[in-house]
């Protein structure tokens, strides 16, 4: 049998299949919804096939537009790991090809990224196809998700993978170096630096919105609020925020200090009953997720993120694009958006001014907490220009126009070698 040569003709559009392991709360989903719906109509057709949420998960389904991208359901698709809904979701995934016919298959996260590409590679050997795969590491799961063992399996796999895989996309310059150099699970060759892009128009804007986050929560103009957002999950590392909380409670300030979770999560309720051992009741207040985050950036004095495992946090990009100061920990890409040491900075005293925010060690509450003070004590002397950077920086590198015009021509130079 003659193995049959590319879809692709000259005047058809080139067909992308997207897929992803659920639309939750978090930049994934931003991500997909964005390339899904944003490609050039002219060039390209896309669909988006996603599975289900996990419980206690945010929910984001909404940022699908019915009539602007077609959501193929695969609910077998789903984050934790289980054989039989696996192979369900394989063999949903090989019929939705054999249907579509797609000329690339771009697959995000790692569950949709192990099950869809498996599809792909089979539909290829098969069927005698030549379908593209990309995939998007939006993080990795290769320490401090599971324990060595599991982590080098997982490991394993993404190396089998990542042999057939035509295109690696690391969405930092940090992350490309752990991929390439620290876990070895592609060279560097393969590897593509994509930053992460998103309508930051909300933020750039948000200021118009001043007041009203802190109206709905009860909150007046001389408390500084100072926030935490994303799952309530180990991986966020909550507890180092609180710990920090407390290390500030019982200080005096010029003004009121209130601490917010923003999110949800398995661990929201082992979170608040930390938070009454604590005493930080008054504190420290729990806000689940909220859909118009925007709002919440507008009334927002600082972000911090205490991670010990991260990709690229949307919430720091929101957070520069609003002009909010940010102080997290040393995770993942999260110094690459913070920029470099500035020349005359002293890591001493546990944090690190850097050229674009304030930057603390992994799991370091006391770190923390003296970044948190020189934040507080310097609101409005010389943190603007920081500031500035910072907002300028995201929307020079983080813009959905950028984005769509690397993907593009990224998509555009895999079908030239079909």
């Known amino acids: 049998m003659v193995p049959e040569m590319s879809n692709a003709v000259p005047g058809r559009k080139i067909k992308v299949l997207r897929i992803i392991a659920r639309l ?24 988006l096939a996603a599975g289900n949420l996990s419980p206690h998960e945010g929910d984001m389904s909404y940022l699908v537009d019915p009539e602007a991208m077609t959501l193929v359901p695969i609910p077998e698709l789903q984050r934790e790991i289980s054989f039989s809904q696996d192979i369900q979701s394989l063999i949903k995934l090989f019929r939705l090809l054999i249907k579509e016919k797609p000329d690339i298959v771009h697959t995000h996260t790692a569950k949709a990224g192990t099950v869809g590409r498996l599809a792909v590679f089979l539909y290829n050997a098969l069927l005698f196809k030549h379908v593209k795969t990309v995939h998007t590491f939006h ?7 599971f324990s060595p063992l599991k982590s080098w399996i997982f490991q394993f796999v993404e190396k089998a993978l990542a042999r057939g895989t035509h295109a690696i996309i690391a969405i930092s310059k940090t ?33 118009a919105a001043r007041g009203e986050f802190r109206k709905k929560i009860g909150v007046d103009e001389d408390t500084l609020l100072i926030a935490v957002i994303g799952r309530l999950v180990p991986i966020k590392n909550h507890g180092m925020f609180l710990d920090a909380a407390k290390m500030l409670a019982d200080r005096q300030w010029e003004k009121k200090l209130k601490f917010l979770v923003i999110g949800d999560g398995e661990l929201r309720d082992s979170l608040e009953a930390h938070v009454k051992g604590q005493g930080l009741e008054e504190m420290v207040r729990f806000c689940g997720w909220i859909q118009d985050i ?4 507008a009334d927002l004095d600082v972000l ?16 520069m694009a609003s002009s909010v100061p940010v102080i997290a920990a040393d995770a993942g890409g999260v110094r690459d958006l913070l920029g470099p040491p500035e020349e005359d900075t002293q890591a001493d005293d ?7 925010g304030v930057l603390c060690k992994i799991n370091d509450p006391e770190g923390l907490s003296k970044g948190l003070t020189y934040l507080i004590e310097n609101m409005g002397k010389g ?8 907002r300028a920086y995201v929307t020079d590198w983080y813009s959905s126009a950028r984005l769509m015009r690397t993907m593009e021509s990224l998509y555009l130079e895999l079908m030239q070698h079909r």
């Open 383 to 390: 943190n603007e220009a920081r500031m500035d950077r910072a």
């Open 139 to 145: 993080g990795h799961v290769f320490h401090d998700y």
């Open 304 to 319: 911090a993120l205490t991670s010990l495992n991260e990709g690229t946090p949307v919430s720091i990009i929101e957070a």
């Open 350 to 356: 546990g944090f690190t001014l850097c050229e674009r």
């Open 175 to 207: 992350q490309k170096q752990e991929l390439s150099e620290t876990f070895r699970i592609a060279p560097a060759w393969k590897i593509r630096q994509v930053n992460l892009g998103f309508d930051l128009s909300p933020f750039l804007s948000c200021s």
């Open 24 to 47: 939750n709360i978090g930049g994934p989903a931003i991500h997909v919804s964005l390339l899904t719906k944003g490609l050039n109509p002219e060039r390209f057709t896309s669909l």
């Open 294 to 297: 925007h709002s919440v950036f």
